[in-house]
């Protein structure tokens, strides 16, 4: 340790530290402009921090200079006094200083610094910089000349999301911060630089004139677009959420946001809210009253329910909504209704994940948290567009390989945008996942890579699984795959050896018919190598929506209760029965997909809570005419969407902000939110409806607030047995947490399996069910873009979303572009044996030839109408990532 | 009265830029007496003994920075020679350069056996085409022959050297500015410490010497330390190349023992002022340098002497005025080119540079409105000094500071009587 | 614009001349200017996307070197040195008389673009100032006359 003095406190810090460091140590409090704490290395450039050292005739920057044995610090002398208050004036020479209407006016550094040294008129007057306000770009404005050049917004898109859209431009006086060849500006628009600016130098168009920071209400909430579940403050102003700010230090995303979460919220306010029930007349809908549809509903639902029977009666939860509404939902269904058909859109994503970590470990979740990725040596990305599906997620996979020296494997088909941090990039065909992956677990055993204590002690199974992975050798995995042996066998040994090494995977792997297998195989790698159960490691799948974890975690699910808990389990039901006081269904219900296939069959009655299979599941046309031929369907939801149009009764809610609850995200987090506004109209929230409704069905249901619910869950989940509103109003906590002492875990199966000991299976590679032929050549694979979420009933709703990605487009790559002859931009038509869609052609070299790309985002060109129904046999969850298309000049 | 040439003896003899003429002068012979019979450890103590400062601005113990850089442990090591000769007024690169290349190569070659290197990279700035078409060819012809390469003189030792141009960036002549501009980057000074000698290019260790610094190299190899310490002063020892310019009969590069008078060289060597006018003014270092007057003109020239004098030696560039030059035309020229140069980075230089230069050229076109614009720059001046992130910033107001105290009148009757005390006829003719 | 090949080969020659690619960087662009002219936005696109540099990284470079352009400029460029030693033998005039002849201001293209005059801080010969660079060629000493007959060589 290093000994100092600061203003006479005597203070200790590690060899190294910064001056700054050590007064902030000993609380004595050093100004600074271009300092930012999120950077690693300092800037030195604003020369606020100046202090005085003993023995140097010159002033030093606290924020760059180590501090040194004996060293003597003064910061309140006249002489730093003056040195600062002149860099101040120095910096308000040349500063556009109309405070009336900046929006950072009380929250801006360099303002706060001015009036406390008290800068009053400056003494360098004439004509200023005049660089003017950049507003070309849907989201963020630029005025160079409230720009004090500290660097921070340059920095921190190199560094944080390392985008380094913006740079300094010239240099000397005539620098200014702008983007190659002073265009506009074209990035991700995370906002970070915003967040970093300490001036009003970068604003929020949407959020620009509508509150400044002393007008607003900050109120803490989670975003509710992806499964990372971002920290956030909502910020309101009369009964507005007119702008949102990231928490800091939030384990999650420490202060930042992706774009969707920083500008995406004006959905909240969309004139397109639903704020009336509507119950449908002649093809037509009509305002109704609550108590009119609620009893219509009810109605329906009993007669339907007497007439074929409770399992006539089917109900889609909600990744959207929160752990307290799904819990009333599933138990809607199951204790009001009396069937286990209730399941929601997990079904489309990780179901697979669920079930086959399930079997492999015990408990299908992440087995790491977010912040450990940056830790990890080795991360193994598979199957997941991270940088555009969890945009804070990458951060962790950029901090890792940039600062942390990690080692990046990507097998992914296609190109991502940190395929240039790899340490090995494997573009496989798509759907041959099991095959590549079986192919490095070869190349392991064969070189004796494989973690013996790990799979002696821990697993079970292993020799059955070095027999089928025996025959998979290099050659014959790139026969299948396409990836070149050497890729491979640098893959493998890379993974095997440079330890820990994390595997993030998403719906690459899972949304297939070999979905399952393909997660088992994931396992089975992990375990191999011993990757599993410390820190850093493990298996990792990304959760796509909002609160699909906790919807899963409270029994949205037709074969499960809350906590995972088996229907099919006598004692289990038996608990719930008497929990819930009724007695429940013994079969397990039917899944999404098999929902919609029994639609106008055996199920005559769908309640959809937030869902939109309309857009979502595969083969629309299909789907259509099924929802079509119910007897009566239910939707509740913020919007009118695609599926809503079908309905007979359409009940408008209340959105995140309006409500208080719990998201889980995908690190297994159960994270509050609060009523930031009130809803629109009389839209309700889901859970006081499902209390309302299920009453109404004769099942009695009432809570005061939800956290009486969140009570009863953790009642009856072990899991979530610890988990409070209270307990969590500061930091989310992690599940498993048993009990109200618990901290919560941040890593599964430490010691011990969930289920005992880790299960390898013996997987083969199996073909996917429809693959290119003469008459459908292309393979298509479908996905999420970063500027929309989902079916894009939200994200189509923002302003700035929508305008810096308003059209649908399939990427093709330019060998293919050339022999169809087509060109960039184009409209093209994409057909498959099950429809045909109209869109335009982005030419780019991100797909490999022979394969094409659609966002299933746009209605009007939903990927959907094309994908294939075909489905895993043990998850359900259909093959999105792959089937025959064929594409054509429109 | 002659020069004492011994960095400059090879200027001017026949081919004295090719490897003929410059092993005709003797070339290559401290290299070869190095590698066949010093150790590293004797180069460098040597150097040190020789007392042989930079000879760049900063004046730093060369030996020393070599220690420093051959103790370090990393490898490998990079030797780059500092050709960015940007301080206004300074030539005496240049003709080393353009007509001595070997001399620095071989200096180069010497560094990078006493530290350890294997690699040497001379950073010409981009506006010396003819120097560093000189430098490659005298590249290549040393790497044909064997002077530069694997295993020079049969021994052990490899050296490369790769020439590398600027692009026009005065503050890459401050070696972390450099090093970032070398690494493929804008040149702004880096956070210091680290110090190159520990982490230079790439992290590296990196030992960064002035041209003129590296063709002292031979000679102290070759002829011994007490031999070179024959010239100059004992606190500034050797020979320094002065280029003298401005209103002297005899501009030029004039090499003398280290400590001869400003006098000396100006009325000796340069021939005095042109048309037999009085001398005004002089920046005895450079534009960064404080200027000195008439009654300084018995300064020693070198590091101790100019320093208490006020000024510095800095590169030697001594820019002679005489007394129909404005001074406020001059200290705005001198403030308008170190705002052109500043790098932006830090708040006291890149606005500090500016608004001197502002009120300057206000003064200059009798637009100031009060004295206490003049006052308004010594404050800029003193809290550039204290406070910008490097000597660029710290050195920048030193000639206008100094202008003003030494002609504080002149800048007055610009500012009350709207008119130039100086009137400056046409010295260019025919225009 | 784009890199056309045999100047790609020449800066992958460069490239791998260095222990880090990236210090390729300002020999690359030097290359690029004296082949194609000046810095366009497609070359640089290419180099950045080939160092895996972001672009914006480049063409901060681009503008903080002075002898780096992102613009076209004349078949001739005119340097102009305007610092002290030849600021005090009068450069300005020097300045103007260039200006007047080429019709232009400093910074900026003749008409037939065959020139374009910059003014540039000290050119290194200051013994010889006042002095212009036309490419790479050194006029020192100069004078009205001087610079009218060394023009019409261009």
Request: net charge neutral; hydrophobic share 35%.
């Given at each position: 340790?290093?000994?100092?003095?600061?203003?006479?406190?005597?203070?200790?810090?590690?060899?190294?530290?910064?001056?700054?460091?050590?007064?902030?140590?000993?609380?004595?409090?050093?100004?600074?402009?271009?300092?930012y704490?999120k950077l690693k290395k300092?800037?030195?450039?604003?020369?606020?921090?100046?202090?005085?050292?003993?023995?140097?005739?010159?002033?030093?920057?606290?924020?760059?200079?180590?501090?040194?044995?004996?060293?003597?610090?003064?910061?309140?002398?006249?002489?730093?006094?003056?040195?600062?208050?002149?860099?101040?004036?120095?910096?308000?020479?040349?500063?556009?200083?109309?405070?009336?209407?900046?929006?950072?006016?009380?929250?801006?550094?360099?303002?706060?610094?001015?009036?406390?040294?008290?800068?009053?008129?400056?003494?360098?007057?004439?004509?200023?910089?005049?660089?003017?306000?950049?507003?070309d770009n849907p989201f963020l404005?630029t005025?160079?000349?409230?720009?004090?050049?500290?660097g921070r917004c340059v920095r921190v898109c190199e560094e944080i999301p390392a985008v380094a859209a913006i740079d300094?431009?010239?240099?000397?006086?005539?620098?200014?911060v702008s983007p190659a060849?002073?265009k506009a500006l074209n990035c991700v628009f995370c906002g970070e630089c915003m967040y970093a600016c300490?001036?009003?130098?970068i604003?929020s168009k949407i959020?620009?004139?509508?509150?400044?920071?002393?007008?607003?209400?900050?109120?803490?909430?989670v975003c509710p677009f992806c499964g990372c579940g971002c920290n956030y403050?909502?910020?309101?102003?009369?009964?507005?959420?007119?702008?949102v700010q990231p928490k800091k230090n939030s384990p999650v995303n420490d202060g930042s946001l992706c774009v969707k979460g920083s500008f995406g919220y004006d959905f909240?306010?969309?004139?397109?809210?639903?704020?009336?029930?509507?119950?449908?007349?002649?093809?037509?809908?009509?305002?109704?009253?609550?108590?009119?549809?609620?009893?219509?509903?009810?109605?329906?639902?009993?007669?339907?329910?007497?007439?074929?029977?409770?399992?006539?009666?089917?109900?889609?939860?909600?990744a959207r909504?929160?752990?307290?509404?799904?819990?009333?939902?599933?138990?809607?269904?199951?204790?009001?209704?009396?069937?286990?058909?209730?399941?929601?859109c997990a079904?489309l994503c990780h179901?697979s994940t669920?079930?086959?970590?399930?079997?492999?470990?015990?408990?299908?979740a992440m087995t790491n948290s977010i912040a450990e990725i940056a830790n990890a040596k080795t991360i193994l990305v598979t199957g997941s567009n991270t940088p555009e599906t969890h945009p804070i997620i990458a951060l962790q996979v950029f901090k890792a390989v940039r600062e942390n020296g990690a080692k990046l494997i990507i097998a992914d088909p296609r190109q991502l945008r940190f395929s240039p941090y790899a340490q090995v990039q494997m573009r496989h065909k798509p759907g041959t996942d099991?095959?590549l992956f079986?192919?490095l677990?070869?190349?392991?055993?064969?070189?004796?890579?494989?973690?013996?204590?790990?799979?002696?002690?821990?697993?079970?199974?292993?020799?059955?699984?070095?027999?089928?992975?025996?025959?998979?050798?290099?050659?014959?995995?790139?026969?299948?795959t396409g990836v070149?042996?050497?890729q491979?066998?640098a893959a493998?040994?890379l993974y095997?050896?440079n330890?820990p090494a994390s595997i993030l995977y998403s719906m690459g792997i899972t949304q297939h018919?070999?979905g399952?297998?393909g997660v088992?195989?994931i396992?089975?790698l992990a375990?191999?190598?011993?990757n599993?159960?410390?820190e850093s490691s493990g298996v990792n799948p990304l959760r796509g929506q909002n609160n699909v974890q906790?919807?899963?975690?409270?029994?949205?699910?037709?074969?499960?209760?809350?906590?995972?808990?088996?229907?099919?389990?006598?004692?289990?039901?038996?608990?719930?029965?008497?929990?819930?006081?009724?007695?429940?269904?013994?079969?397990?219900?039917?899944?999404?997909?098999?929902?919609?296939?029994?639609?106008?069959?055996?199920?005559?009655?769908?309640?959809?809570?937030?869902?939109?299979?309309?857009l979502s599941?595969?083969?629309?046309?299909?789907?259509?005419?099924?929802?079509?031929?119910?007897?009566?369907?239910?939707?509740?939801?913020?919007?009118?969407?695609?599926?809503?149009?079908?309905?007979?009764?359409?009940?408008?809610?209340?959105?995140?902000?309006?409500?208080?609850?719990?998201f889980t995200n995908t690190e297994r987090r159960?994270q509050?939110?609060?009523?930031?506004?009130?809803?629109?109209?009389?839209?309700?929230?889901?859970?006081?409806?499902?209390?309302?409704?299920?009453?109404?069905?004769?099942?009695?249901?009432?809570?005061?607030?939800?956290?009486?619910?969140?009570?009863?869950?953790?009642?009856?989940?072990?899991?979530?047995?610890?988990?409070?509103?209270?307990?969590?109003?500061?930091?989310?906590?992690?599940?498993?947490?048993?009990?109200?002492?618990?901290?919560?875990?941040?890593f599964?199966?430490?010691?011990?399996?969930?289920?005992?000991?880790?299960?390898?299976?013996?997987?083969?590679?199996?073909?996917?069910?429809?693959?290119?032929?003469?008459?459908?050549?292309?393979i298509l694979t479908t996905g999420r873009v970063l500027f929309h979420f989902h079916t894009g009933s939200m994200s189509r709703?923002s302003k700035g979303l929508e305008e810096v990605c308003p059209k649908p487009y399939v990427e093709i790559n330019p060998?293919?572009?050339?022999?169809?002859?087509?060109?960039d931009g184009?409209?093209?038509?994409?057909?498959?044996?099950?429809?045909?869609?109209?869109l335009a052609a982005a030419v780019n070299d991100r797909c490999t030839p022979g394969v094409i790309f659609i966002p299933f985002h746009f209605?009007?060109?939903?990927a959907n109408?094309?994908t294939?129904?075909?489905?895993?046999?043990?998850?359900?969850?259909?093959?999105f990532k792959v089937?025959?298309?064929?594409?054509?000049?429109? | 009265?002659?020069?004492?040439?011994?960095?400059?003896?090879?200027?001017?003899?026949?081919?004295?830029?090719?490897?003929?003429?410059?092993?005709?002068?003797?070339?290559?012979?401290?290299?070869?007496?190095?590698?066949?019979?010093?150790?590293?450890?004797?180069?460098?103590?040597?150097?040190?003994?020789?007392?042989?400062?930079?000879?760049?601005?900063?004046?730093?113990?060369?030996?020393?920075?070599?220690?420093?850089?051959?103790?370090?442990?990393?490898?490998?090591?990079?030797?780059?020679?500092?050709?960015?000769?940007?301080?206004?007024?300074?030539?005496?690169?240049?003709?080393?350069?353009?007509?001595?290349?070997?001399?620095?190569?071989?200096?180069?070659?010497?560094?990078?056996?006493?530290?350890?290197?294997?690699?040497?990279?001379?950073?010409?700035?981009?506006?010396?085409?003819?120097?560093?078409?000189?430098?490659?060819?005298?590249?290549?012809?040393?790497?044909?022959?064997?002077?530069?390469?694997?295993?020079?003189?049969?021994?052990?030792?490899?050296?490369?050297?790769?020439?590398?141009?600027?692009?026009?960036?005065?503050?890459?002549?401050?070696?972390?500015?450099?090093?970032?501009?070398?690494?493929?980057?804008?040149?702004?000074?880096?956070?210091?410490?680290?110090?190159?000698?520990?982490?230079?290019?790439?992290?590296?260790?990196?030992?960064?010497?002035?041209?003129?610094?590296?063709?002292?190299?031979?000679?102290?190899?070759?002829?011994?330390?007490?031999?070179?310490?024959?010239?100059?002063?004992?606190?500034?020892?050797?020979?320094?190349?002065?280029?003298?310019?401005?209103?002297?009969?005899?501009?030029?590069?004039?090499?003398?023992?280290?400590?001869?008078?400003?006098?000396?060289?100006?009325?000796?060597?340069?021939?005095?002022?042109?048309?037999?006018?009085?001398?005004?003014?002089?920046?005895?270092?450079?534009?960064?340098?404080?200027?000195?007057?008439?009654?300084?003109?018995?300064?020693?020239?070198?590091?101790?002497?100019?320093?208490?004098?006020?000024?510095?030696?800095?590169?030697?560039?001594?820019?002679?005025?005489?007394?129909?030059?404005?001074?406020?035309?001059?200290?705005?020229?001198?403030?308008?080119?170190?705002?052109?140069?500043?790098?932006?980075?830090?708040?006291?230089?890149?606005?500090?540079?500016?608004?001197?230069?502002?009120?300057?050229?206000?003064?200059?076109?009798?637009?100031?409105?009060?004295?206490?614009?003049?006052?308004?720059?010594?404050?800029?001046?003193?809290?550039?000094?204290?406070?910008?992130?490097?000597?660029?910033?710290?050195?920048?107001?030193?000639?206008?500071?100094?202008?003003?105290?030494?002609?504080?009148?002149?800048?007055?009757?610009?500012?009350?009587?709207?008119?130039?005390?100086?009137?400056?006829?046409?010295?260019?003719?025919?225009? | 614009?784009?890199?056309?090949?045999?100047?790609?080969?020449?800066?992958?020659?460069?490239?791998?001349?260095?222990?880090?690619p990236q210090?390729?960087?300002?020999?690359?662009?030097?290359?690029?200017?004296?082949?194609?002219?000046?810095?366009?936005?497609?070359?640089l696109a290419q180099i950045a996307g080939h160092l895996r540099i972001p672009q914006v990284d480049l063409f901060e470079?681009?503008?903080?070197?002075?002898?780096?352009?992102?613009?076209?400029?004349?078949?001739?460029?005119?340097?102009?040195?305007?610092?002290?030693?030849?600021?005090?033998?009068?450069?300005?005039?020097?300045?103007?008389?260039?200006?007047?002849?080429?019709?232009?201001?400093?910074?900026?293209?003749?008409?037939?673009?065959?020139?374009?005059?910059?003014?540039?801080?000290?050119?290194?010969?200051?013994?010889?100032?006042?002095?212009?660079?036309?490419?790479?060629?050194?006029?020192?000493?100069?004078?009205?006359?001087?610079?009218?007959?060394?023009?019409?060589?261009?």
């Open positions: 340790m290093i000994n100092l003095t600061i203003d006479n406190k005597p203070v200790s810090v590690e060899p190294g530290a910064t001056i700054l460091e050590a007064a902030k140590a000993c609380g004595v409090k050093i100004p600074y402009l271009c300092h704490s300092p800037h030195g450039g604003c020369r606020i921090c100046m202090v005085e050292v003993e023995g140097n005739p010159r002033l030093l920057a606290a924020c760059t200079n180590p501090v040194a044995e004996g060293m003597k610090v003064i910061t309140g002398s006249e002489k730093v006094h003056k040195a600062r208050k002149f860099v101040l004036e120095l910096l308000l020479s040349d500063h556009d200083a109309r405070c009336i209407t900046c929006e950072k006016d009380g929250d801006c550094k360099l303002q706060k610094l001015a009036y406390e040294y008290g800068v009053e008129e400056p003494r360098f007057t004439g004509a200023r910089r005049n660089y003017g306000v950049r507003r404005e005025d160079h000349d409230k720009c004090i050049l500290c300094f431009i010239k240099r000397g006086f005539a620098t200014k060849y002073d300490p001036t009003g130098a604003n959020g620009r004139y509508q509150g400044r920071t002393r007008d607003l209400k900050a109120v803490e909430s403050s909502l910020l309101v102003k009369n009964g507005r959420v007119v702008k909240i306010h969309h004139k397109d809210r639903l704020t009336t029930p509507l119950i449908k007349e002649n093809g037509q809908f009509r305002p109704a009253s609550w108590d009119e549809a609620l009893g219509l509903v009810a109605e329906k639902f009993k007669v339907i329910q007497a007439k074929t029977g409770a399992d006539s009666i089917g109900g889609f939860a909600s909504c929160t752990n307290e509404e799904n819990y009333l939902f599933q138990k809607l269904m199951r204790a009001a209704v009396g069937t286990n058909n209730v399941d929601h079904r179901a669920v079930a086959g970590l399930a079997d492999s470990f015990g408990s299908g099991i095959a079986n192919g677990m070869h190349v392991i055993i064969k070189e004796g890579l494989e973690d013996k204590d790990f799979i002696a002690q821990r697993t079970e199974g292993y020799e059955e699984l070095k027999k089928v992975v025996e025959r998979y050798t290099p050659e014959y995995v790139e026969n299948i070149p042996q050497e491979i066998i493998a040994r095997a050896t330890k018919v070999t399952t297998n088992k195989t396992a089975n375990m191999l190598t011993g599993l159960g410390r906790g919807a899963c975690d409270v029994g949205a699910l037709p074969n499960v209760y809350p906590g995972y808990q088996k229907v099919a389990d006598v004692a289990i039901r038996a608990k719930f029965e008497a929990a819930w006081g009724v007695k429940l269904p013994a079969n397990n219900g039917l899944t999404i997909t098999e929902m919609v296939k029994a639609a106008g069959n055996s199920l005559k009655a769908l309640y959809v809570m937030g869902e939109n299979p309309m599941d595969p083969d629309l046309t299909e789907v259509k005419k099924h929802l079509e031929s119910l007897d009566f369907l239910v939707v509740q939801d913020i919007f009118m969407t695609e599926t809503a149009e079908l309905a007979h009764v359409v009940l408008p809610v209340a959105s995140f902000a309006e409500k208080d609850g719990t159960v509050l939110l609060h009523k930031a506004v009130d809803s629109p109209g009389e839209a309700r929230t889901d859970w006081q409806i499902l209390c309302d409704l299920s009453t109404r069905l004769g099942y009695n249901m009432s809570y005061d607030h939800p956290s009486q619910i969140m009570d009863e869950i953790a009642s009856v989940t072990p899991i979530y047995g610890g988990i409070s509103f209270e307990r969590i109003s500061k930091l989310g906590l992690q599940w498993p947490c048993p009990d109200k002492n618990h901290p919560g875990t941040k599964l199966h430490k010691d011990k399996f969930s289920r005992g000991l880790g299960k390898f299976f013996p997987i083969e590679f199996q073909s996917p069910p429809e693959w290119p032929d003469a008459e459908y050549p292309l709703r060998v293919d572009a050339v022999k169809l002859g087509i060109s184009e409209m093209v038509k994409v057909g498959s044996r099950r429809g045909e869609i109209q209605k009007e060109a939903a109408v094309l294939i129904a075909a489905l895993d046999p043990v998850a359900k969850i259909p093959e089937c025959a298309a064929r594409v054509e000049k429109a | 009265m002659p020069q004492t040439r011994v960095l400059l003896k090879n200027i001017g003899t026949p081919d004295s830029e090719t490897l003929d003429g410059y092993l005709k002068n003797g070339g290559y012979q401290a290299l070869k007496k190095a590698v066949s019979d010093l150790t590293p450890e004797e180069i460098v103590d040597s150097v040190k003994r020789s007392g042989l400062r930079g000879r760049g601005g900063a004046g730093f113990p060369a030996g020393m920075k070599w220690q420093f850089c051959a103790s370090d442990q990393a490898c490998p090591k990079y030797v780059i020679c500092n050709a960015d000769e940007g301080e206004p007024g300074t030539f005496k690169d240049r003709i080393l350069l353009e007509e001595d290349p070997h001399a620095v190569l071989e200096g180069m070659a010497l560094a990078g056996y006493a530290i350890g290197a294997n690699q040497g990279y001379v950073y010409i700035r981009g506006e010396y085409y003819k120097g560093a078409l000189s430098l490659e060819k005298a590249v290549t012809e040393a790497n044909q022959h064997h002077y530069l390469g694997q295993k020079i003189y049969g021994t052990d030792f490899d050296f490369n050297i790769q020439v590398f141009r600027g692009a026009g960036a005065y503050i890459c002549g401050e070696e972390t500015a450099l090093l970032d501009s070398l690494e493929g980057k804008a040149g702004r000074s880096r956070i210091k410490p680290p110090y190159p000698v520990n982490q230079g290019l790439w992290g590296k260790p990196t030992c960064v010497n002035n041209v003129e610094t590296l063709t002292n190299i031979p000679w102290v190899v070759n002829k011994g330390v007490d031999w070179y310490r024959k010239f100059g002063t004992e606190e500034s020892p050797g020979t320094k190349i002065y280029s003298l310019s401005g209103h002297v009969n005899h501009p030029g590069n004039y090499e003398l023992p280290m400590g001869a008078t400003l006098r000396e060289l100006i009325y000796e060597y340069g021939g005095g002022i042109r048309q037999g006018r009085r001398l005004k003014a002089v920046m005895p270092g450079g534009a960064s340098s404080a200027c000195l007057t008439e009654k300084s003109l018995d300064v020693k020239m070198d590091f101790h002497s100019l320093a208490a004098a006020g000024s510095m030696l800095g590169s030697g560039a001594v820019i002679v005025m005489d007394e129909n030059t404005c001074m406020v035309g001059a200290a705005h020229n001198v403030a308008a080119f170190f705002e052109h140069e500043s790098c932006g980075r830090c708040t006291p230089c890149r606005e500090g540079t500016h608004w001197i230069k502002r009120i300057l050229e206000r003064v200059k076109n009798f637009e100031a409105k009060s004295v206490a614009e003049i006052d308004l720059i010594a404050d800029l001046g003193q809290n550039m000094r204290l406070g910008a992130f490097c000597p660029l910033g710290m050195g920048a107001p030193s000639a206008a500071l100094s202008i003003i105290q030494h002609f504080r009148d002149e800048f007055e009757t610009h500012v009350k009587e709207k008119r130039c005390p100086v009137n400056i006829p046409a010295v260019v003719p025919g225009l | 614009m784009n890199i056309p090949q045999p100047l790609w080969q020449e800066i992958e020659q460069i490239i791998v001349s260095y222990p880090q210090g390729a960087v300002l020999p690359a662009l030097h290359k690029i200017q004296e082949r194609m002219g000046y810095l366009a936005e497609e070359a470079i681009a503008t903080f070197y002075t002898l780096l352009y992102t613009r076209p400029h004349g078949d001739n460029i005119i340097l102009v040195c305007n610092n002290i030693s030849c600021y005090i033998l009068d450069s300005e005039t020097i300045l103007s008389t260039l200006e007047d002849e080429l019709k232009i201001k400093a910074g900026n293209t003749t008409a037939d673009n065959k020139f374009t005059l910059q003014a540039v801080s000290c050119l290194g010969a200051c013994d010889g100032g006042p002095v212009m660079l036309i490419n790479d060629q050194l006029y020192p000493h100069l004078t009205g006359d001087k610079i009218r007959r060394i023009l019409k060589e261009y």
